[in-house]
């Protein structure tokens, strides 16, 4: 089982920047990072591969958010510039323990969430 613990929430202004940061327990394949606000369907935001050397973002993101990994830290990394108050949300680090491709492959692990506030 791994474990996985995220950090960096907080609120911010519209506009503002915030990075967040996942720390795994261990070695783990695809990682990305999902949100979810109330009311709506969790969203994945951004998936790296395991090398990073593969990475898509969802279009709402797309330029404004960045993702990034720290293989030998076995950390993940989400730096969030030009927020939107859109971007409330839960944020949720996820790993996969199998290999395949980011986008489909099963995300079985998963960190507790940490609350991104954007105001107006």
């Known amino acids: 089982q791994v474990r996985l613990v995220e950090s960096g929430g907080g609120s911010v202004q519209a506009g503002g920047s915030l990075r967040l940061s996942c720390v795994a327990s261990?070695?783990?394949?695809?990682m990305a990072w999902f949100r979810q606000a109330p009311g709506k369907e969790r969203e994945r935001v951004a998936h790296?591969?395991?090398?990073?050397?593969?990475?898509e973002y969802a279009d709402s993101v797309k330029g404004r958010f960045t993702i990034s990994r720290d293989i030998a830290k076995n950390s993940l990394y989400l730096q969030m510039n030009s927020l939107k108050p859109e971007d409330t949300a839960t944020y949720y680090c996820?790993?996969?323990?199998?290999?395949?491709?980011?986008?489909?492959?099963?995300?079985?692990?998963w960190g507790q969430g940490t609350q991104v506030t954007v105001s107006s």
């Open positions: 996820a790993a996969a323990s199998n290999m395949g491709r980011c986008a489909t492959v099963e995300y079985n692990y």
């Open positions: 261990a070695y783990t394949y695809c």
């Open positions: 790296q591969s395991t090398t990073g050397s593969f990475t």
